[in-house]
Each structure stands twice: as C-alpha cells, then as structure tokens.
C-alpha cells in the first residue's frame, strides 16, 4: 500500500481525453466561497484558461494571475507575487490554486500553495509533455535560485492532477520532444520493454498519447511512493540530470530559454549512457541505439559551452557532494546506480562524446 508522508492527502491522477470537463467538475465542487485561484502563463492564459473558465460556469469567480512563460520565471520574485495575489485576495486556508500550464507554472504554483498560510491544497492541470509524465507528478515544488535549478522548494502533493492529452494538440513539435525526453528517461531507467518499444516509434500522433503517457507515468509513481523525499531510489529520476542541468543553465543565462529542459536531458543522457558503458558496463549497444535515437529525434547541436565551465557548474549542483559529481549511472536498462566522480578528464571525454554524437549526420 501505498505509504503517505505525515499530513499529506494522497494525489489522484486522472489521465484521459476530456480530463478538463473532470477537473472543471472537480473544481466546481472544492472550490471555498466558489473562488478559484488559477495561475497562468501567457499560453495557457489564451488557449487554455477560456475552456476551463467555460466549463467551470459563471458562478464560479476565477482569479487569475499571469506569469510570463519560460522556466526563468521560477524566480523569488514571482513567488512573492503569488503570495500577495492570494493575500490581496483574501485567499484563506481552504482556498485553492489551480495550477494551468507547464512544469513552470506546476513548480511555482505548488511551492507558492504549499507555503502560503502553511500550505493551501492545490491542484495541478498540466499543459505540456513534459509538466503531464514528470513535472506535474510526484510533489516536487520550487524555483531556481542563485542560478541552480529548483534550489529551493518543497514536497508537496497536489491534492489532484487532471491530464488532458488533448492539449498536446496544439503543443510545438519542439515542446512535444522536450517531455518526450523524459519518457524516454523513463524507459530507460525502468523498463527494458518499453525501451525496446519506444526506441523505434516515432512521436505518436494525438491519439496515442492517453496510454503512453499513463505508462511512463506508473514507472515515476512506483518510485514516488517508496522515495516521496528523494533519499534513495526516487534519484535514478534524475538519469541525464547531472550534465543535462549543467547545459541548460548555462545555455539559458547567456540567452533565455534557448534550450528547453527535455532536449538538455536528452543530450545530458548522452553524456551519462557514455560513463555508463565506461564505469558500469553498461552494453555499449544500448548506447549505440540511444545515440541513433537522439539523432533521428534531436536537433540539438554541441552545446557551443566550454566543457570546464560545465564542469564547473556540475560540481555546483546541490545533488553533488562537494569536490565530486555524483550522477546516476546505468548498469543495464532498468538498472540505475548512483556513481560519485571526481576525474574531470573522464567528465570532459563524457562532454566530448556527447557533443560529438549531437553533430553527427541525422540518420
Ligand atoms: N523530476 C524528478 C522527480 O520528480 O524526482
């Protein structure tokens, strides 16, 4: 059974096309003095807010605050606008926050609901791939600070999520490859089955997303419930992390969102499926098939970073032990182990390669 941490409700998932009329009814029937508090982002703001405002019903009052879009908006800043939003609008104790948008909006939202008055419920309505199969699920909240990702925040459940596939429908092609990073990562790191499935398909078109997604998302579940807190198990999640982090940070501070978290990942786990082979014995066929993968799906060329500035930033991770780089390494598909390195020249052969199988010819 599953376990819950103290005080916390358990988090229902509910996956299907059509999950908006659900939440719509959901909301409808928790929302205190028929008051939603509804964070944004300037997409979900125009698409997706109108359908959900709609099925919600005119008695019901939507507050509404916009974020602008982007993971750079996981900022301090933004969290105290949250807070006073909901305090200039007497939001109380059994209030609660709908989360409407990508892994940026699920972050700060539920680090916001989760502190505000010592925690109001939430709820989370993901709009991206990438916020339905990782960021949306499992409790994790936070933002960024002083230039490390999600640095700061809490876990937290939301109190339901309602992924609507349809949504996807009108996703970019390059949003749609950036979460499809993270089922990929799932597959790796769970299932030999559904990585010999998922390393030949092609991105489903919108039909199929409803069972891949309940799929890839049942892998993250099991590891929630035995790790909620991150102490052990729960780390494998962060398979392609270690590099993938140090990538889109840098990337991003010299220009905003020019790389989407997923394709950092996906390149990171080039990186991580090299020292798997080299420190793990990790077939090196299974890097061989995820590096024709990467090729037939990513365009993402060398990160265009100096390799010791990537370093750098790896040895500033939290997850890192101080003078160390502590990344989850593969012995086998569904084999995860935690490696700590500490060799710089084997982390820069690890950037090299992965750099150097991202400009390859497309196959
Ligand atoms: N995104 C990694 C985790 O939820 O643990």
Redo the contacts with the bound molecule.
Sequence with gaps: MRRQPAGQQRERIFIEAGAIVRAAEYLKEHAENSELFVLTDLNTHLHCLPILSALTERKTILHELELPAGDMSKNPDNLSRIWGWLTSHNAGRKSLLVNLGGGMVSDIGGFAASTYMRGIRFVNIPTSLLAMV??SV?G?TGINFNNVKNQVGTFSLPYAVFIDPRFLNTLPHREILSGYAEMIKHALIFSEEEWNRIRYRSIPDSEDWTGLIRNSISF?SRI?QSDFR?RGI?QS??FGHTFGHAYEILSNEAEPDKVRHGEAVAWGMLAELYLSVRLKGLPAGVLEDYVQLYQRLYNTHTTGIDPQRLIRKMYSDKKNITGSVRPVLLRNIASPEPEIISDDILLQKAIDFANEASVSEKV
């Design positions: 990782d960021a499992g994790k993250k929630v991150d729960r999640l962060n």
